[in-house]
């Protein structure tokens, strides 16, 4: 399990360490209004591929461990449906497009439509295949991907900017380079890894979709919660505001890339454990995830809280320091990641708790998030977030607790997490000594 999730933590954080460079020079070449604009396609994005996916994508985790001979008809309907759902979502959209524009203070949204369109629907079908890769294991073909895909997608939009110091033209080197970083995706499994093939096509879609719907709604309502705070912001305060804002907001994400390259890791041992009915087997996996989630989130936050003042200026220059506070408390944010119970209770196809529990702390969200903006202006509004994200994980934790057969803990000792440390010490020497000797 550490191998290959701190494998994929490596890869992810070289292909985000890429994109990472992008800020860096847009801020520089893009005019505040600009740069706020790019920040809020980017929302729209997120915020539009998450209220519209089935979940097609991620329920791939699910199915094809369970009939390995027909994973490329499970990764065919993801496909097709993905194409089909986001074809009608912003058919939908358009229709109003201008008065939702205006509502939301974001011109972008009507400006760059049919760009923020093709890209969306290019993301969830990258994600397709991603998914497809992990959930067979495929860990170094995904991650070669994911490296490969953000350097294309970084260096078309840095040209662009350089070139024409238009918002527009970066826009459309960032849909141009998805498009190659799919086309290589598809080619790679269909030829390769003959990934479409199967004993059967167009089956179990309607199981696919109701395993997914759930699960999609789960991950709708979370990014919905993750996200809310943006538009708040984008809202009441406009578009440069909000460009310092999304500064603050800025993600090194170090825990992030972490927990999701374990999760894709375990999320198919727990769906083995629990078909096969071994809760002792379950908590075991419990306590090696939770101990590695502690081990980094820990050191990982108290570091980027104590540079941020630097990180920020070097970033993006000292015309955004205003945005350093933001940054602190989004980043004591991410202690939420410490417990991440959708992976038992995805593995139990118990879905529905997080849907109810996110339902729960979206009915407060706006009222909290608006006595933070009225209590503390920007900064109110993220600790107002950060109250609400680290608040519903530790409610999705009792009520997986409450479901499971087992007691799985909260916490860890400290012996668990200095026998991480010296597993991880060893591992990367290893892989240190092995690398020089394939190198001689």
């Not at 591992?427 to 394939?438: E, Y």
């Given at each position: 399990m550490l191998n290959r999730s701190l494998y994929l933590m490596s890869s992810k954080l070289l292909g985000y360490g890429v994109r990472l460079i992008l800020p860096y020079f847009l801020v520089r070449?893009?005019?505040?209004?600009?740069?706020?604009a790019y920040r809020q396609f980017f929302l729209l994005e997120v915020y539009i591929a998450s209220l519209f996916q089935l979940g097609l994508n991620q329920a791939l985790f699910y199915f094809i461990p369970r009939d390995l001979r027909n994973a490329g008809a499970y990764l065919l309907n993801s496909v097709l449906m993905n194409i089909v759902v986001f074809t009608a979502a912003f058919a939908a959209i358009a229709a109003f497009m201008t008065p939702l524009s205006v509502w939301l203070n974001m011109a972008i949204l009507k400006d760059a439509f049919w760009l923020l369109a093709v890209y969306t629907v290019l993301l969830m079908l990258v994600s397709a295949c991603d998914c497809y890769l992990t959930a067979r294991q495929m860990v170094k073909a995904s991650a070669a991907f994911e490296i490969a895909g953000q350097i294309a997608v970084s260096a078309a939009t840095i040209v662009a900017a350089y070139a024409t110091r238009r918002l527009d033209a970066v826009l459309f080197g960032l849909v141009a380079a998805r498009v190659f970083h799919l086309l290589a995706m598809l080619v790679f499994i269909h030829f390769k890894l003959r990934g479409f093939k199967a004993d059967r096509f167009f089956f179990g879609i309607a199981e696919q979709i109701r395993y997914g719907v759930v699960l999609g709604v789960a991950g709708m309502l979370w990014t919905m919660l993750m996200r809310m705070h943006e538009f708040f912001v984008s809202r009441y305060y406009g578009t440069e505001t909000y460009a310092l804002y999304s500064v603050g907001c800025t993600e090194i994400p170090i825990i992030q890339i972490f927990t999701q390259s374990l999760a894709v890791v375990v999320l198919g041992q727990f769906a083995m454990l629990d078909q096969q009915k071994d809760w002792e087997g379950v908590r075991a996996l419990w306590k090696r995830v939770l101990t590695s989630t502690y081990a980094v989130t820990i050191p990982a936050t108290l570091i980027l809280v104590l540079v941020a003042k630097p990180l920020i200026i070097f970033m993006f220059t000292d015309g955004y320091t205003a945005a350093v506070p933001?940054?602190?408390v989004n980043t004591l944010l991410k202690l939420h990641f410490i417990f991440n119970a959708s992976l038992v209770l995805r593995a139990m196809n118990r879905n529905d708790v997080s849907i109810w529990v996110n339902v729960a702390t979206l009915a407060v969200a706006p009222l909290l998030l608006y006595a933070g903006m009225k209590l503390g202006g920007l900064v109110g509004i993220i600790a107002a977030q950060a109250v609400l994200m680290i608040g519903s994980r530790i409610a999705t934790t009792i009520m997986m607790?409450?479901?499971?057969?087992?007691?799985?803990?909260?916490?860890?000792?400290?012996?668990?997490l200095a026998s991480f440390y010296r597993d991880a010490w060893d591992?990367?020497?290893?892989?240190?000594?092995?690398?020089?000797?394939?190198a001689r």
């Open positions: 070449l893009l005019t505040v209004a600009d740069f706020g933001i940054f602190q607790n409450r479901l499971s057969a087992v007691y799985l803990p909260y916490t860890v000792g400290i012996r668990d591992k990367g020497r290893n892989l240190l000594v092995s690398g020089r000797n394939h």
